[in-house]
């Protein structure tokens, strides 16, 4: 049976915390996107140059690049719909 995940797409709103007036981009992307790949496309959107360290928190699980400072960071290489299904 074919993952229901692969045919879901999801409309994001990023809007950057603490600044005013509100900056925020509106993306649509496939639920099999990775993270790294999000993340690579929020570069491109939000006119940035991958200058520093990222996360996504999913529950009470981080992924990110691993940094030797940082716990039980989880590889960026996970699926957006998969991380979806996780927390509904």
């Known amino acids: 049976m ?3 995940s692969n045919d879901l797409v999801y409309q994001l ?3 950057l915390a603490y600044i005013e007036p509100p900056i925020w981009r509106r993306i649509v992307v496939v639920g099999q996107i990775t993270l790294l ?3 690579q496309m929020l570069q491109v959107v ?3 140059e991958n200058s520093h ?3 996504f ?3 009470k699980t981080y992924y990110g690049e691993p940094d030797p400072e940082l ?3 989880q590889q960026v290489n996970s699926a957006l719909g998969m991380l979806v299904s996780l927390t509904s």
Do not use: C, E, K
């Open 57 to 59: 928190i999913v529950g």
């Open 37 to 39: 790949t999000l993340h």
């Open 2 to 4: 074919a993952d229901p």
């Open 46 to 48: 939000m006119g940035w």
């Open 13 to 15: 709103h990023i809007q």
């Open 71 to 73: 716990f039980s960071v």
């Open 53 to 55: 360290l990222h996360q």
